[in-house]
């Protein structure tokens, strides 16, 4: 075999995009030139109130027996720079899978004596945009370890699985039909770089396992749970996926 | 919906008789009164039906809204860079909640 073939053999059998180093495009530049501008336009974006008021969580103790986040981690402009580009990730020694608002809740029982906070609730979507926003035009880098490799293969098992009454994969639509209509939208690559995105169907902000839910939803397929270990799974292969696309958070979708 | 939150982008200083940009988000459910929850109940009207601005005292803006505005309205406007002052936003919704915030704006000559 010369090289050339060689080189073939081994491209054949790259198993996904995941494992190239193709930088995909963010969803954000699907979008309208109007939407686009004002998703970049922090005084027009309307997630940012979100985000303003994670920073007021960021600095609130909620009970005298409980301390702020900053008392911890102070300045989050510092201390948060970069970490929401870490996530999902297995915590070391733990075998869990962990995504940033996981990661939020887990210092709020662990370290504030406090209750988790709802999934989807206003005060965790609020934390994950302020924490993801420390993070703003930074690249994703989440790589496939011996840490978290099985998690990867089930994420990447899902994302081919055929479901649904319209029995179609993540695949057939965001890898096979990227850039085509689907009613209102174009489809993208599936990125998990702006989230949590505002949703103008939503009128608010919401968290990427809200979107998969809508995805399943769309091919009348399960919904699982927000924080369940399928969307867990598949939110790091959506995130190795988009190694080196930049954060955006809080994105604007449709 | 979590308490109500206003953001204002504008600059701290302008020249006197600078036109000025100013950017307003207000987070408010806008909801319609038209709609049902889940079980069939109505869900009772909860809409902003007033955002003024005041610079220095004086009005300068001032917008009636209703439920034909989207959640977490997006107002704005230009106004002219006159004399240093405070503006004030006021933001009153139709059970009589208003929110203020102030930002102060330094006019060189």
């Given at each position: 075999?010369?090289?050339?073939?060689?080189?073939?053999?081994?491209?054949?059998?790259?198993?996904?995009?995941?494992?190239?180093?193709?930088?995909?495009?963010?969803?954000?530049?699907?979008?309208?030139?109007?939407?686009?501008?004002?998703?970049?336009?922090?005084?027009?974006?309307?997630?940012?109130?979100?985000?303003?008021?994670?920073?007021?969580?960021?600095?609130?103790?909620?009970?005298?027996?409980?301390?702020?986040?900053?008392?911890?981690?102070?300045?989050?402009?510092?201390?948060?720079?970069?970490?929401?580009?870490?996530?999902?990730?297995?915590?070391?020694?733990?075998?869990?899978?962990?995504?940033?608002?996981?990661?939020?809740?887990?210092?709020?029982?662990?370290?504030?004596?406090?209750?988790?906070?709802?999934?989807?609730?206003?005060?965790?979507?609020?934390?994950?945009?302020?924490?993801?926003?420390?993070?703003?035009?930074?690249?994703?880098?989440?790589?496939?370890?011996?840490?978290?490799?099985?998690?990867?293969?089930?994420?990447?098992?899902?994302?081919?699985?055929?479901?649904?009454?319209?029995?179609?994969?993540?695949?057939?639509?965001?890898?096979?039909?990227?850039?085509?209509?689907?009613?209102?939208?174009?489809?993208?690559?599936?990125?998990?770089?702006?989230?949590?995105?505002?949703?103008?169907?939503?009128q608010?902000?919401?968290?990427?396992?809200?979107?998969?839910?809508?995805?399943?939803?769309?091919?009348?397929?399960?919904?699982?749970?927000?924080?369940?270990?399928?969307?867990?799974?598949?939110?790091?292969?959506?995130?190795?996926?988009?190694?080196?696309?930049?954060?955006?958070?809080?994105?604007?979708?449709? | 919906?979590?308490?109500?939150?206003?953001?204002?982008?504008?600059?701290?200083?302008?020249?006197?008789?600078?036109?000025?940009?100013?950017?307003?988000?207000?987070?408010?459910?806008m909801?319609?009164?038209?709609?049902?929850?889940?079980?069939?109940?109505?869900?009772?009207?909860?809409?902003?039906?007033?955002?003024?601005?005041?610079?220095?005292?004086?009005?300068?803006?001032?917008?009636?809204?209703?439920?034909?505005v989207a959640s977490n309205p997006?107002?704005?406007?230009?106004?002219?860079?006159?004399?240093?002052?405070?503006?004030?936003?006021?933001?009153?919704?139709?059970?009589?909640?208003?929110?203020?915030?102030?930002?102060?704006?330094?006019?060189?000559?």
């Amino acid at each position: 075999m010369n090289w050339r073939a060689l080189c073939f053999a081994l491209i054949a059998t790259l198993p996904s995009a995941a494992t190239s180093t193709e930088i995909l495009p963010s969803g954000t530049t699907f979008l309208s030139q109007g939407l686009q501008a004002q998703a970049a336009d922090a005084g027009a974006n309307p997630g940012m109130l979100w985000v303003a008021d994670g920073e007021r969580l960021w600095n609130t103790a909620e009970s005298a027996a409980s301390s702020s986040c900053a008392s911890c981690h102070g300045d989050a402009e510092v201390s948060m720079r970069g970490v929401a580009t870490r996530y999902p990730l297995v915590i070391p020694g733990s075998n869990q899978l962990l995504n940033l608002e996981g990661r939020i809740n887990t210092c709020r029982v662990q370290r504030q004596n406090a209750l988790a906070y709802a999934h989807e609730s206003d005060e965790l979507l609020s934390l994950s945009a302020f924490v993801a926003r420390q993070s703003l035009h930074m690249p994703l880098k989440v790589t496939v370890n011996d840490a978290n490799a099985e998690f990867f293969a089930a994420g990447e098992a899902a994302f081919h699985q055929r479901r649904g009454q319209l029995n179609l994969s993540c695949a057939n639509c965001h890898v096979e039909r990227v850039g085509l209509r689907l009613r209102g939208d174009v489809i993208t690559h599936a990125l998990p770089n702006a989230f949590p995105i505002y949703r103008l169907e939503w009128q608010g902000l919401g968290s990427l396992h809200r979107r998969l839910r809508a995805c399943a939803l769309g091919v009348r397929a399960e919904m699982f749970d927000y924080g369940s270990e399928a969307y867990l799974n598949l939110e790091l292969y959506l995130t190795v996926r988009a190694n080196g696309v930049a954060v955006e958070t809080p994105g604007i979708r449709k | 919906m979590g308490p109500a939150i206003a953001r204002v982008m504008m600059p701290k200083a302008a020249k006197a008789a600078d036109v000025i940009e100013i950017k307003s988000l207000f987070r408010h459910p806008m909801e319609t009164g038209y709609r049902v929850d889940a079980v069939g109940e109505a869900i009772p009207r909860h809409v902003v039906t007033l955002f003024t601005v005041d610079y220095d005292g004086e009005r300068i803006f001032a917008v009636d809204l209703s439920q034909g505005v989207a959640s977490n309205p997006y107002i704005a406007f230009y106004t002219v860079a006159t004399r240093s002052g405070e503006l004030l936003f006021s933001w009153t919704d139709d059970r009589g909640e208003t929110v203020q915030l102030s930002k102060s704006l330094t006019v060189l000559p």
